[in-house]
Structure formats: structure tokens, C-alpha cells
């Protein structure tokens, strides 16, 4: 197929400012073109992409970022900075898409669901985060009553957070595993690691370190340093080990060292990218059951599901890491999250829904 991907107005393609956006959006470049499609990919000015081929080109698009929608209250309205970039995506993406099959959008926002019974293309939205403003829920829910193969999501729990006229259609998320090395050993810290921010709980996991008398090894972009220095001052000093925003490279042989991997979101996490990383790598998961990690993790067999905001069970989930099989954690990632697998179920969603 010949298509066109629309990133997120949020950062740059490999700023980390995207959060999992930008690891999907890569992966499935690579396993669409791995598949013989050819691709436009549209995205802000200062992109990277991650492949060089004929099959893919980039067009790159100044303008200012748009704001999170995780960051704004229920309420909110939709806003559109002056000089936006959202909607000059949207120029390039709908001219562009008049000679594709069809346009695939990975933005969260407002504007590209609302233009999809307006213009000609075939839009389709992979929708990247739950139910987390009321405008965007019901932008959503008004398209799934007219168009709902239009829509796909990465987990059922992020689907249930909307009201939908038929079951969600599901494409899950899919990783270069060549990028991620199983490691065997089972003695080294605990890990953590994700966008610094309320919605992601690190206070939890540092707690769980602490009473293991352990460092907690944490990477990821700091996007709330004042969150950051909370956390930090509430807990004895050197107990966070900040790693940083690693390149995936850098990150995985860290990450694959560590005997567990914590995860404490506060918010319905859409999927958890790095719940999946750490598995690649071979490390079990220790998570709240909430949100897409809740549907990733098959309790006992490749990490421990707690129930949520329970620290004392995510403590005593620790003592009995050992009773995983790290080749295990491994397994489920080559057999559900490759991104040769992701990029046939995105696949088979746009073609039926042409
Ligand atoms: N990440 C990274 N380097 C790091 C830490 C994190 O590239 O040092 C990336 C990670 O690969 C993942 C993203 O940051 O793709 C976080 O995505 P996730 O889905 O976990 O959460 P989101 O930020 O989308 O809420």
C-alpha cells in the first residue's frame, strides 16, 4: 500500500518529547516497509526517522508544538497555538493522501479525528492515550457512530475509557527486536522508566526500592522537573539513580541488567512501551493492574500484576522475582510485540477498513 503517517505535534521524531509515540511510530516504519509498503511520513520540523530506503520519505513541517492533552484538565478546550503545527500537518497530510490509499494519524488531538467525514482521504486514527479529556472522548465516540473502523487502539483497557458503537479493534504495539538483547542474569537493581511526570508514580516505585534496601536505576525524559525534585527530596539521597533519556541502544543494555522493572502508573496507561522493552531484554515486570500493563503482563509467568497504588504488594511481589523465567519475558515479546506482527495487524485494520 502506499501510505501516509501523520506523527505527533508534540516534539520532534527522536526528542523523546512524543513519550511512546515516537518508539511505535519507528517501529511500524520498519515493519511496514519490511511488508513492501511505501510510506510518507509527515512529521515536525527536525524529525528523525529511523531507516533510510526509497520506500519512505519524510516531509518535515515548522510550527509550534502542540500542548499534551495528559497535562490539561477534563474539561479543557480545544486550543490550536498561533503558528501551530497541527494544523499544518494536516495541510500536507490531506493534500498528500489524495494520491495514497490512505492516511494514518498517531497525534492525539482533536483536529484530525474531527476532519475524517470532511475530506477525501481515507484517514485512520491510532488513538495513543485513554479517556483523558472530555472534548477528545467525545470526538471519539462521534466518530465510532459513523466510522468506527476508522479507529484503532493499543489495548481493550485504553478502549473501555470510550464509548464505542462496536468492539474496539485492537493492534496492540510492536518493537525492533533486533534493538533489544536478552540478558540472563538475574542480580542486578531494580529499574524503572518512562516520561517523569505525576501521571507515571515514580514515588511508588522509589518507596519499593527503598524497603529493599536497594537503588532504584531510573531513565527517561524529565518532563516535570519539579515532580522530579519532589520525588527525589522525599527519599534518602542516592536511593534514584538518574540514568537520563537514553537512546535505545544505550538504554536496553542498562535495562536488561536489572533483576525486575517497576511499573506505577496513576492514569490508564494506553499501552507501556517500556513494559515491553524490559521484557525484550528479559526482565520481569512488576506492575499495578491498571491500564494497558495490566493486559501485558500474564501475572506469574512473566512478572507480578498487584492491584493498584498497593506498594506493600509491589514490595512483596520482589521477593518471588526469581520465580520468573527471564526467556519467558523474551518469548512473549517475539511472538506479540515484534514489529513485523504489529505492522500486519495495522495493516489488516487499514485494508479492512477501506
Ligand atoms: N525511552 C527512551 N529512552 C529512555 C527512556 C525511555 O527512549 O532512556 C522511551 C521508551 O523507549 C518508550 C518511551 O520513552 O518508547 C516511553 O513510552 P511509554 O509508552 O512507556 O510512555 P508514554 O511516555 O508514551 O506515556
Same mark, same amino acid.
Request: charged letters at 20%; hydrophobic letters at 40%.
Given at each position: ?18 513519550g ?11 515493519? $511496514?516497509?519490511? #511488508?513492501?509498503?511505501?510510506?510518507? %511520513?509527515?512529521?515536525?520540523?527536525? =524529525? &528523525? +526517522?529511523?531507516?533510510? /530506503? ?64 470532511k475530506?477525501?482521504?481515507? $484517514?485512520?486514527? #491510532?488513538?495513543?492515550?485513554?479517556? %483523558?479529556?472530555?472534548?477528545?472522548? =467525545? &470526538? +471519539?465516540?462521534?466518530? /465510532?457512530?459513523i ?69 532504584? #536505576? ?28 537514553l ?42 493492574d ?10 506469574g ?8 497504588d ?25 511472538k ?19
Amino acid at each position: 500500500m502506499k501510505l501516509v503517517l501523520v506523527s505527533t505535534p508534540i516534539g520532534q521524531l527522536g526528542s523523546g518529547r512524543g513519550g511512546g509515540v515516537e518508539l511505535t511510530l519507528s517501529s511500524l516504519i520498519k515493519g $511496514l516497509l519490511s #511488508l513492501g509498503n511505501s510510506l510518507t %511520513v509527515v512529521a515536525p520540523e527536525g =524529525s &528523525v +526517522i529511523p531507516i533510510k /530506503s526509497e520506500l519512505v520519505k519524510l516531509i518535515e513541517v515548522p510550527g509550534v508544538d502542540q500542548l499534551s492533552w495528559q497535562h490539561q484538565g477534563k474539561n479543557e478546550s480545544i486550543v490550536i497555538p498561533y503558528g501551530g503545527v497541527l494544523p499544518r500537518l494536516w495541510d500536507e497530510a490531506i493534500e498528500l493522501g489524495k494520491e495514497a490509499d490512505a492516511v494514518i494519524n498517531f497525534s492525539y488531538d482533536w483536529l484530525p479525528l474531527w476532519l475524517t467525514t470532511k475530506v477525501e482521504p481515507p $484517514l485512520f486514527h #491510532l488513538i495513543s492515550m485513554g479517556g %483523558v479529556s472530555l472534548a477528545m472522548k =467525545s &470526538v +471519539i465516540s462521534d466518530l /465510532s457512530q459513523i466510522n468506527h473502523q476508522r479507529l484503532a487502539f493499543h489495548t481493550k483497557r485504553q478502549a473501555a475509557d470510550f464509548d464505542l458503537s462496536d468492539d474496539p479493534v485492537i493492534v496492540g504495539n510492536g518493537f525492533d527486536l533486533e534493538n533489544y538483547q536478552l540478558q540472563l542474569d538475574s542480580g542486578g537493581p531494580l529499574g524503572w522508566a518512562g516520561r517523569v511526570a505525576p501521571e507515571k508514580g515514580l514515588e511508588d516505585a522509589v518507596e519499593v526500592a527503598v524497603a529493599h534496601r536497594d537503588r532504584l #536505576l531510573v531513565w527517561g525524559l524529565i518532563e516535570d522537573p519539579e515532580y522530579a525534585l519532589r520525588v527525589e527530596s522525599s527519599f534518602s539521597p542516592g536511593v534514584i539513580d538518574w540514568r537520563g533519556f537514553l537512546p535505545t541502544q544505550a538504554f536496553q543494555k542498562e535495562l536488561g541488567e536489572c533483576r525486575a522493572f517497576l511499573n506505577t502508573p496513576k492514569w490508564n496507561e494506553a499501552y507501556g512501551n517500556v513494559v515491553v522493552e524490559a521484557m525484550a531484554c528479559g526482565v520481569p515486570v512488576v506492575a499495578y493492574d491498571r491500564g494497558g500493563p495490566g493486559e501485558l503482563i500474564d501475572s506469574g509467568v512473566t512478572g507480578w500484576l498487584v492491584p493498584p497504588d498497593d506498594v506493600d504488594a509491589m514490595k512483596a511481589a520482589i521477593t518471588r522475582i526469581n520465580e520468573i523465567d527471564r526467556r519467558t519475558c523474551r518469548f512473549w515479546v517475539e511472538k506479540s510485540a515484534s514489529q513485523e506482527v504489529f505492522a500486519q495487524r495495522v495493516l489488516t485494520w487499514v485494508q479492512s477498513g477501506i
